[in-house]
């Protein structure tokens, strides 16, 4: 059985910090996605990550995948508080759709000004 | 072009009652997944559906639980005789079969269902 864990559950942290958020997973995949999901809102696509040695940025935020390693991270440079948000991972082992995720128990991220 | 749709985004219900839950995909989408998040949980998958078919139901609780994707219509996840701990949000996500394979799945916003 596939497992995803994520580290750490918790984060506060101050505005302009730097920090990373890891995800480590049980079985070879070279698919994973990372989420964005505010409170009572749905998940938001972030990066979608399809090779070893994959990096992608978005503002404030890069992503990057080590297969060999099984673990994949979530960088925040200089943070603000509208990055606060639960961040999931997620493991794809089907090549596509959503029939084969496997989600980790998410970050909760709290930026303080 | 509407993202993946989801009714109702609040649903409260007494034990013993059913439960309807929503889903109409992505224009052009003929796949559908329902995820299930219980509080500080990430998603679990429950069931994964064609028009018409079941693809994966691997996810689903062997009793009360059923779900449909008719050929005219939305998806449909079904909860009969419900209970405290159905209380979650149930997510229905949808995605496009092309080149002999499934695209990235869009999430709806969500139903939340609270038993009482």
């Known amino acids: 059985e596939l497992k995803v864990e994520q580290n750490p559950l918790f984060l506060s942290m101050q505005e302009g910090k730097n920090y990373t958020i890891y995800c480590n997973y049980s079985t070879t995949s070279d698919r994973l996605y990372w989420y964005r999901q505010d409170p009572g809102k749905s998940l938001e696509s972030l990066f979608v990550l399809l090779s070893n040695g994959a990096v992608k940025q978005e503002g404030r935020l890069m992503a990057s995948l080590d297969t060999k390693a099984r673990l994949s991270t979530l960088h925040i440079t200089a943070a603000v508080h509208d990055l606060s948000a639960t961040y999931f991972c997620?493991?794809?082992?089907?090549?596509?759709?959503?029939?084969?995720?496997?989600f980790g128990k998410g970050t909760h991220l709290i930026i303080q000004p | 072009n509407a993202g993946v749709m989801q009714n109702p985004r609040h649903l409260v219900r007494r034990r013993g009652q059913e439960a309807r839950l929503r889903c109409s995909p992505m224009?052009?989408?003929?796949?559908v997944y329902w995820y299930r998040q219980l509080p500080e949980e990430g998603l679990k998958f429950m069931v994964y559906l064609q028009k018409e078919n079941i693809i994966d139901e691997s996810g689903m609780p062997k009793e009360r639980f059923s779900a449909e994707f008719p050929k005219e219509g939305p998806s449909i996840l079904r909860i009969q005789q419900v209970v405290r701990g159905d209380s979650a949000a149930y997510f229905c996500?949808?995605?496009?079969?092309?080149?002999?394979?499934?695209?990235?799945?869009?999430f709806g916003q969500g139903t939340r269902l609270t038993v009482v």
């Open positions: 997620a493991v794809d082992l089907s090549g596509g759709g959503a029939d084969g995720l496997t």
């Open positions: 996500a949808s995605s496009l079969f092309e080149g002999g394979m499934n695209t990235e799945a869009f």
């Open positions: 224009k052009g989408h003929s796949h």
